[in-house]
């Protein structure tokens, strides 16, 4: 089957440590994303890459990073300097920039004490 | 900038009947494109319906009507004959003049009761 994994769907991290998302299609798309939600919040943007090797922040990228260095692939860092990490983080993917539907992914759901 | 507006942070209806949910957007860009999305409990999000600006009739998908009023900025997803597994949140969204980012709404809950 098709789609998009995140791995794993809970995950705890103690303050001060970098945590890293894993996030991976199977849909041949060029454009990845990665979304944060916070409870009673839509989706915020925090970067997306729309080819290998290529990656643009979003509107909330400061205190995570990213790489993109196979198309199936998009992992995403929490860092420690990212001041509040506790949300909801959603990867997607399109077949290219241009593609009128994104596919989402299961979710990775980040609690960090 | 753009901005999606969903002012009904939860909506409650009876199995079998049509509800309204609302969506305003606001861009200054000609071409965009609006979506909803539907995201259960466990949290994935499901893309339901797709509208172009310049399409010229509403979009249909099955049970899902988008009632697009370009003059007025609304995009409103209508659901007819509401299921039980429509309980869910439902989220607006809007893509920019670049074609690559969705800009979301802070959604609407939604209940169906038998």
């Known amino acids: 089957d098709g789609g998009i994994t995140q791995s794993p769907k809970y995950l705890f991290r103690k303050e001060g440590q970098n945590v890293t998302l894993s996030c991976e299609q199977n849909?041949?798309?060029?454009?990845m994303y990665w979304y944060r939600q916070d409870p009673g919040q839509g989706l915020r943007l925090i970067y997306y890459s729309q080819i290998v090797n290529d990656f643009q922040k979003g509107d909330i990228a400061e205190g995570y990073s990213v790489s993109r260095e196979k198309k199936e692939s998009f992992p995403l860092t929490v860092t420690s300097a990212q001041k509040n990490p506790t949300a909801f983080y959603l990867c997607a993917s399109s077949l290219s920039r241009g593609s009128s539907e994104q596919y989402f992914g299961p979710g990775t759901r980040l609690t960090v004490t | 900038a753009q901005k999606i507006t969903q002012t009904q942070p939860g909506m409650f209806v009876q199995e079998k009947e049509a509800v309204t949910l609302d969506c305003t957007y606001d861009?200054?860009?000609?071409?965009?494109?609006l979506f909803w999305y539907k995201q259960p409990s466990s949290g994935e999000m499901i893309f339901l319906i797709y509208q172009g600006s310049y399409d010229e009739q509403n979009a249909t998908e099955g049970r899902y009507s988008l009632n697009f009023q370009k003059a007025r900025k609304s995009a409103n997803l209508v659901i007819s004959a509401s299921q039980l597994g429509d309980s869910a949140m439902y989220f607006c969204a809007m893509r920019d003049r670049g074609y690559s980012t969705l800009t979301f709404g802070k959604g609407t809950m939604l209940l169906v009761s038998p």
């Open positions: 849909l041949n798309h060029d454009a």
């Open positions: 861009t200054s860009d000609q071409s965009y494109g």
